[in-house]
C-alpha cells in the first residue's frame, strides 16, 4: 500500500511538473543555445532553422542591416509594399526567434486576409491611418482604427488583415517572435494551390455553383505570390 501511495505520489508531481512547461502550440522558436547562430543560408543541410556560419567568420556587419532605411518604390498589384526583415534577409536572426515586417499602403491599399503559421503579430502604425482586423477561433472579429504610434496585436495563426483608410499613405511595423513567421494568404490557399483543390470541395464549402468559384479564381490570381 505504502508502494502504491508513493507511485501516486510521483506521477501527481510530475503531471503537475508539466502543466508548468510551455506547451508546443503555444511556443514560438526554441530558445539559442550559444550567444548566436548566423545563419549559413547556402548549406545543403535541412533542419528546424539554419546551421551556424563558424564563429571566426562573424564580423559586427553580420548583426547589421540596413533594408529599411529607403522607401517602397514597388507595391503589388493592392497597393501594397513589403519590406521583411526574416531570417533569409538578415540571417543573424537566425535562432534569435524575432523578425519584423516594414509595410506600406498607397490609398485604398490592403494587406488582404492571412495568418502567420509560426508566430504572433504586434503592429505598429507610424503613418497614415490603418484598419486592422483579426478572426478568433469563435468567429468573432477584433478590430481597430489605428494611427501613428499606437499598436494591435495579433495572435498566432488567426486570420488577420490591414487596409490603408486613410487619405494618404500608410506605414507600420510587424514584429514576430520567429525567425521566420510564414505567411498563408488565404484566397491563393484556397483558390491557386498545387495541385488545385477540387471544385466539388470549394462549391460545398462556400455553398456557391461552379461559376461563382471560377470568378472567383479568376479574381484570386492577382494575390498569387
Not at 65 to 80: A, C, E, I, S, Y
Not at 195 to 214: K, R, S
Request: proline fraction near 9%.
Amino acid at each position: 500500500m505504502a508502494s502504491y501511495n508513493i507511485i501516486h505520489l510521483v506521477v501527481c508531481l510530475s503531471f503537475l511538473s508539466l502543466l508548468q512547461l510551455p506547451m508546443p502550440s503555444h511556443c514560438a522558436d526554441p530558445s539559442p543555445l550559444q550567444d548566436f547562430c548566423v545563419a549559413d543560408l547556402s548549406s545543403p543541410l535541412l533542419v528546424n532553422g539554419f546551421p551556424c556560419r563558424k564563429p571566426e567568420t562573424v564580423t559586427s556587419n553580420d548583426f547589421f542591416f540596413d533594408g529599411l532605411q529607403k522607401r517602397g518604390r514597388v507595391f503589388d498589384p493592392l497597393n501594397v509594399n513589403l519590406t521583411e526583415v526574416d531570417v533569409f534577409a538578415f540571417p543573424a536572426l537566425n535562432t534569435l526567434g524575432v523578425s519584423m515586417n516594414r509595410v506600406e499602403f498607397l490609398p485604398e491599399g490592403e494587406n488582404p486576409p492571412h495568418t502567420h503559421p509560426r508566430a504572433s503579430e504586434l503592429s505598429l502604425v507610424t503613418e497614415g491611418k490603418l484598419f486592422v482586423g483579426w478572426v478568433s477561433t469563435q468567429y468573432i472579429l477584433y478590430w481597430k482604427v489605428l494611427t501613428a504610434g499606437e499598436v494591435f496585436v495579433i495572435p498566432p495563426g488567426l486570420v488577420h488583415f490591414q487596409r490603408n483608410v486613410g487619405e494618404g499613405n500608410a506605414v507600420f511595423y510587424a514584429f514576430f517572435n520567429s525567425q521566420n513567421p510564414g505567411i498563408s494568404k488565404i484566397a491563393p490557399t484556397l483558390f491557386h494551390s498545387t495541385p488545385l483543390i477540387p471544385d466539388p470541395v470549394l462549391t460545398t464549402a462556400f455553398n456557391v455553383n461552379q461559376t461563382i468559384i471560377d470568378l472567383i479564381k479568376s479574381g484570386a490570381s492577382v494575390l498569387v505570390p
